[in-house]
């Protein structure tokens, strides 16, 4: 009924495990009522691409896909190029690449799975998709596309290539708790849903693959959303210049909004943190209240923001960082910045 995970020659092949009809329809009533937040990232294997690396796929001689598979392989490589919010490689089809992707009984595939890959970056990878009723312990395999209606039961080419696109990538399989109440934050998984179990045709990396794809590989620049299954500490520092000014003078305050310096924040440490909200803040010098004059504007540099003000009297300030709702970056404070004002 489970399929387990491949080792040979030490090239990893990934196995999809399988769920009978009666546990699909268990786990779909399950995360229909639930809401909790994911493990984390998508564990990964050892070996990265280069940054935006093109890669390219083309069909196994002997061994081509039949054209209504060839359509959802090449779909799910257009999927995963534009849902990697990242600088993970991108897939296309090209006609003689020596990436191969194959179908049929001379799948290298573990016993009971339904496909599987091999990856050697920056060289090569591989990627099998087991034939149309192949016979396993619990039953015959249906690919949804090889139906005019699709049965339920079935599984979409698309979305199952995509995630070994995913793992072409560097992703492994998702870390979900007992009984996969978030199974939906991850497409990369252990378990594969048929239909209609929930997640069965999703066509995109959810937001936990995105986590990763983004540790391993970068944001695609640093005005892009951090996704919400990372959870990022910021660091805001505030200048003013000048620090001393006449009364009735400008001074213009400077904030720097990064990610924070942490290992284990691999390429997005210190990250500029460009076009969100941060606000500027004001207090007489020696009193405790806070005013908020207001958000600060983008900077020539990005991650900075800037607000020039007139003063009349000593003044402290500022930076504030709210934690975004939509995005897993955590919030931030400035120090205080002082400035003089003299006669």
């Keep these: 009924m489970i399929a387990r995970m491949l080792f040979s020659n030490g090239a990893r092949s990934r196995s999809i495990r399988v769920l009978a009809c009666a546990m699909a329809a268990w786990l779909t009533l399950l995360l229909g009522s639930a809401s909790v937040t994911a493990h984390g990232p998508d564990p990964i294997f050892s070996g990265r691409w280069n940054q935006n690396q093109s890669l390219g796929f083309s069909w196994r001689s002997g061994s081509v896909p039949p054209s209504v598979y060839q359509a959802a392989i090449r779909a799910s490589a257009a999927d995963a190029s534009a849902s990697r919010a990242s600088q993970a490689p991108t897939f296309a089809y090209s006609s003689g690449s020596s990436n191969l992707v194959g179908y049929g009984a001379g799948a290298t595939c573990s016993t009971l799975g339904i496909a599987c890959f091999t990856r050697n970056p920056t060289t090569s990878f591989t990627m099998w998709m087991r034939e149309q009723g192949h016979r396993f312990d619990w039953g015959l395999l249906r690919w949804c596309q090889a139906y005019s209606t699709w049965p339920d039961g079935c599984f979409d080419v698309e979305n199952i290539m995509l995630d070994e696109f995913g793992h072409v990538d560097i992703l ?7 009984g996969a109440p978030d199974y939906l934050d991850a497409l990369v998984q252990t378990v594969s849903h048929a239909k209609p179990a929930a997640g069965w045709s999703a066509h995109a990396f959810a937001r936990c693959d995105i986590a990763s794809l983004q540790l391993q590989y970068d944001m695609q620049g640093w005005g892009a959303k951090y996704s919400t299954c990372l959870t990022l500490a910021t660091t805001l520092t505030l200048t003013a210049s000048p620090v001393s000014i006449v009364k009735g003078g400008t001074t213009t305050l400077t904030a720097t909004l990064k990610v924070a310096d942490n290992t284990a924040y ?17 207090r007489p ?22 607000t020039s003000i007139s003063l009349s009297a000593r003044t402290e300030f500022r930076a504030v960082f709210a934690k975004p709702a939509d995005e897993g970056l955590l919030a931030a404070t400035s120090p205080t910045v002082a400035v003089a004002v003299g006669q």
């Design 172 to 178: 492994g399989h998702h870390v979900n708790y007992d």
């Design 266 to 282: 691999v390429r997005l440490a210190l990250n500029p943190v460009a076009l969100r909200s941060v606000t500027l803040q004001r």
């Design 285 to 306: 010098a020696g009193t405790t209240a806070w005013t908020t004059v207001g958000a600060m504007a983008s900077g020539s540099t990005s991650g900075t923001y800037a």
